[in-house]
């Protein structure tokens, strides 16, 4: 009887920095690799040749989602893993999820991920345990593709694995950056979605009021401040995003392009 075939699947844009390292740490369990790319500049897509990854070539959106359903679709495994590529599975968690598939207990499972912050792993602040829904049976798993924190959907029972994924995700702040920018954006179009008023009492609350409770509940409630100096800056700049995205919508709404 043949082993069930697994499918890893991607979404890269501009990612030559990390790709062999995820893709190392995939290559003894991935029957194939199906990567969407967003027109990469660098060598991204060199890079994923030489591991024998499917490159399918589109356009970077900018909810990155989509093109990770276009790689979803497009997988031929029984099972797929979808991966970030700043993502590493450690062997421990290879060998569980090769046991996992052909067990065929469930149609899907949430795996804990490790998140690298600045010079660490965040243990507290409510980064750890992580959990993802990132392994499902073909067909039965997919993306709203609505917001860049949502997970996917899995119709049937779904599991949950005992060791982490590795995600290198801010390995330095100028890297956390762009992301806190790209975030802070999609915030201000929900609240342009949601039509929310320009007035002193949303002012009030989203420049002060949100800031300072985020900080307070990761910081304390969530022991932030186990994690040094990187659990405090994560604790300050999750609170400023809501000031940061209101004021983007502040500036489109009164001052449109």
Request: proline share 3%; charged share 25%; aromatic share 12%.
């Amino acid at each position: 009887m043949s082993k069930t075939k697994l499918s890893v699947v991607l979404a890269t844009f501009n990612e030559e920095a990390n790709i062999a390292r995820c893709l190392e740490s995939v290559k003894d369990i991935a029957n194939e690799i199906v990567i969407v790319d967003g027109e990469s500049t660098d060598k991204t897509v060199e890079i994923a040749k030489k591991f024998g990854a499917r490159i399918i070539s589109t356009t970077n959106k900018s909810n990155f989602h989509i093109n990770k359903n276009m790689a979803i679709d497009a997988a031929n495994g029984d099972w797929i893993l979808q991966l970030d590529v700043d993502e590493v599975v450690s062997p421990e968690l290879s060998l569980e999820i090769k046991k996992e598939i052909n067990s065929k207990k469930y149609n899907g499972y949430w795996i804990n991920r490790k998140n690298w912050f600045l010079t660490r792993f965040l243990t507290k602040g409510g980064q750890y345990p992580d959990p993802t829904l990132r392994l499902y049976r073909n067909g039965k798993g997919r993306l709203p593709a609505n917001d860049v924190h949502e997970q996917a959907e899995v119709k049937g029972e779904v599991g949950h694995l005992k060791n982490d994924l590795l995600h290198y995700r801010d390995t330095n702040f100028e890297k956390y950056m762009e992301g806190f920018n790209r975030y802070s954006t999609i915030v201000s179009m929900q609240l342009a979605d949601r039509k929310i008023n320009i007035n002193l009492s949303n002012a009030l609350l989203y420049l002060f009021l949100k800031p300072l409770s985020t900080f307070l509940k990761i910081y304390f409630r969530h022991r932030g401040y186990v994690d040094g100096m990187p659990g405090f800056i994560f604790a300050l700049f999750s609170g400023l995003i809501h000031s940061v995205a209101y004021i983007k919508y502040w500036q489109h709404t009164k001052y449109p392009a």
